[in-house]
């Protein structure tokens, strides 16, 4: 699988604070992206990074690549109940004809 | 919003029936994806394409075909589904044509075998 692991597998945290989602990858990329997904629904797009860039910021979003490491991290500011959800990175391959890979994906859990 | 839709969005059926869960675009994506996701919330790419009459398969082993016959279809088909396939199946788009672009994805199918 072109995929490794997302940590934590769950988190949980209060309204204000940040949470920071880590994944790993193993193959060269094109992209990473990251997704949320609330309640099993379809996926929604978050934000992208290119494997030139090394940071990118969406919002309260902040995203990090480091591609010799091969890993990423998506950091959310000032959590907010409405952002209680699953997060997922996904990897798009160099070559022609390869598909989004996914991670296994954190949830995300943020009480008031 | 989108333009990506699934049907049905809930499905029960018998074990040994034919099914086919469907997958519209109205985007002109070239490439589309059919993922398979745990209730542990893993997805599992199991079809995806990159055009007209091109399919592959991807990581996850599944008794399952898809079929890719104008740009904006992309139907699964369960031969004879089984409780195993008990799960949600998402469907997926992009455009390959913009190599700095993310996926649009369906609401999901759930599937239940009794």
């Known amino acids: 699988s072109q995929q490794g692991e997302e940590d934590p597998q769950a988190l949980s945290i209060q309204e204000g604070e940040n949470a920071t989602m880590n994944c790993s990858y193993k193959?060269?990329?094109?992209?990473l992206q990251w997704y949320r997904q609330n309640s099993g629904r379809g996926l929604v797009h978050l934000i992208l990074i290119r494997s030139n860039e090394r940071e990118k910021h969406s919002g309260r979003l902040r995203v990090t690549l480091d591609t010799s490491k091969k890993s990423s991290s998506l950091l959310i500011t000032a959590s907010r109940a409405a952002d209680t959800a699953s997060y997922f990175c996904a990897t798009d391959g160099n070559q022609a004809g390869t598909a989004l890979i996914f991670g296994k994906g954190t949830t995300l859990s943020v009480s008031s | 919003e989108a333009d990506i839709y699934q049907t049905p969005r809930y499905l029960v059926i018998g074990t040994g029936k034919k099914i086919t869960l469907e997958c519209s675009q109205t985007?002109?994506?070239?490439?589309m994806y059919w993922y398979q996701q745990d209730p542990g919330m893993e997805l599992h790419l199991i079809h995806y394409s990159y055009g007209v009459n091109s399919t592959e398969k991807g990581d996850l082993s599944s008794e399952s075909t898809v079929s890719r016959i104008r740009t904006e279809h992309f139907p699964l088909t369960l031969e004879s589904a089984r409780p195993s396939h008990t799960s949600q199946y998402l469907c997926a788009s992009s455009d390959s044509r913009k190599p700095y672009t993310e996926a649009f994805f369906g609401q999901g199918t759930r599937l239940t075998v009794v």
């Open positions: 193959t060269s990329i094109n992209n």
């Open positions: 985007m002109g994506h070239d490439k």
